[in-house]
């Protein structure tokens, strides 16, 4: 029998809603269940029901946060709450509760910064993923090892345990559910320590509807992966652009090229001109990916600085 590590320790239950009336009461009784002493809170996102009133009444510790989307009320919850064990989650019962101490105990045995559970879909739940949702998930996937690296299986899951120091040095910018990736990217980019454990994803209860748009929070996700892809490999970023831009350049002063071997002249000026003017663009990219290159390095340095700072745990 595996021995808890977190026996006494302080845990925080992390579970950022909306609308979640349907399913917050049970999800809160299962993790209570299974770690009986940890500190259970419920962040509401102005929701139109009593998803924090069932939170209440059921005993977590409720708090409120007004700027709508996930991203912000994930961001709220690292600020004002204080633990060893950070553990996040959805309030809508379709984890795995009873993954949570395996979780925790891989944390802290291997001395890691974040642990992500890996959704596995139960046998038999064929409602679990839409086929889009599965696809989109595989697609950035892809894109975030190739552009940050790979180390990651599943970059969206909502499921995962932090340590203090993480926590209380990440710095969020994301809104919405563009959250996960970029606590993915922020763990790549620092190469912190970090780790998987696979649970059974189940699909919502029925009457419970995801939050989720599709189309909309995917091109929110792609841009935050791009804004991100900017800051943290800027010369990379700016080397895409600039490459562009030259190929522009080069496609419009071709014909102006083989018209001047053919005649000796050059009677698009105007076209030469545009063409000089984009190839410039080009050579500015590569100069701003050069400067803000150094630049990243730097805040990079900062950000593992003040990492390094934070104790592992408060105690």
């Given amino acids: ?50 998803t924090a009133e069932i939170a209440q009444q059921h005993g977590a510790i409720v708090g409120k946060e007004l700027h709508p989307g996930k991203g912000n009320v994930v961001r709220r919850m690292f600020a004002d709450i204080d633990a060893d064990i950070y553990l996040l989650a959805d309030g809508d019962c379709t984890y795995d509760c009873s993954k949570a101490p395996e979780m925790i105990n891989k ?17 038999g739940d064929n409602k679990v993923y839409r086929l889009g949702h599965t696809l989109g998930n595989k697609a950035f996937s892809a894109l975030i090892a190739k552009l940050f690296g790979d180390k990651f299986t599943d970059v969206f899951s909502g499921y995962r345990v932090f340590s203090r120091r993480f926590v209380k040095s990440f710095p969020s910018k994301s809104k919405g559910f563009e959250i996960e990736s970029e606590l993915s990217i922020h763990t790549l980019e620092l190469r912190l320590p970090s780790g998987e454990v696979k649970t059974p994803y189940r699909s919502r209860p029925e009457g419970s509807t995801s ?26 970023f700016f080397s895409i652009l600039a490459a562009f831009f030259a190929v522009i350049s080069i496609g419009i002063y071709i014909p102006v090229l083989i018209e001047y ?21 080009a050579i500015l990219s590569i100069a701003c990916g050069l400067i803000l290159d150094n630049v990243g390095e730097n805040k990079r340095e900062f950000k593992r600085l003040f990492y390094l700072m934070l104790p592992y745990l408060k105690k």
């Fill in 107 to 123: 944390l802290l045995s291997e001395h890691l910064d974040m642990v992500v559970g890996v959704r596995v879909p139960v046998e």
């Fill in 1 to 50: 029998m595996t021995t808890n590590l977190y026996t006494d320790l302080d845990v925080a239950i992390l579970l950022p809603c909306y609308n979640e009336a349907l399913t917050i009461a049970e999800t809160i009784s299962a993790f209570r269940q299974i770690l009986p002493k940890s500190k259970i809170y419920v962040y509401d996102n102005n929701s139109t029901d009593n």
């Fill in 211 to 236: 939050k989720l748009r599709s189309y909309h929070d995917g091109f929110r996700i792609l841009w935050r992966i791009m804004l991100l892809l900017k800051e943290v490999r800027p010369l990379f």
């Fill in 261 to 281: 071997f053919n005649t000796g002249l050059v009677p698009r000026l105007p076209t030469t001109i545009l063409s000089t003017g984009i190839m410039l663009i």
